[in-house]
């Protein structure tokens, strides 16, 4: 069965750091891999994104600094290290796996493998 598990979040104070683990299991995923997020009444947003040799990474601007992702391929797990945390980060966060080659890192409907998410509270 091809699954993606998330795990690392919680409930931290502003100015915190979390780490965010994604594995996988069923398939090896050979292309895009990223983090969405969705707090409550909004739309899920694009965080960050990796290619498969992790030499790309793409991460929305509202991240870009604090936030990096990265992945171990021998252990099929993606990371979402997020430091200098803010109130405004309070989110559902989920990983996504594309199964075939796109440049569009940032579009949710490419991606066809979801985790079923974890919640990251951030608190002022």
């Known amino acids: 069965q091809v699954q993606l598990v998330e795990s690392g979040g919680g409930l931290v104070q502003a100015g915190g750091s979390l780490r965010l683990s994604c594995a996988a299991s069923?398939?090896?995923?050979?292309?895009?891999m990223g983090w969405f997020r969705q707090a409550p009444g909004k739309e899920r947003e694009f965080v960050a994104a990796i290619t498969w040799s992790g030499g790309n990474t793409y991460y929305a601007d509202s991240v870009k600094g604090r936030f990096t992702i990265s992945r171990d391929n021998a252990k099929n797990t993606v990371y979402l290290q997020m430091n200098s945390l803010k109130p405004e980060d309070t989110a559902v966060y989920s990983c996504?796996?594309?199964?075939?080659?796109?440049?569009?890192?940032?579009?949710?409907?490419?991606?066809?493998?979801w985790g079923q998410g974890t919640q990251v509270t951030v608190s002022s």
């Open positions: 069923g398939r090896t995923f050979r292309y895009l």
């Open positions: 996504a796996a594309q199964l075939s080659w796109s440049s569009s890192y940032y579009a949710k409907e490419r991606y066809e493998i």
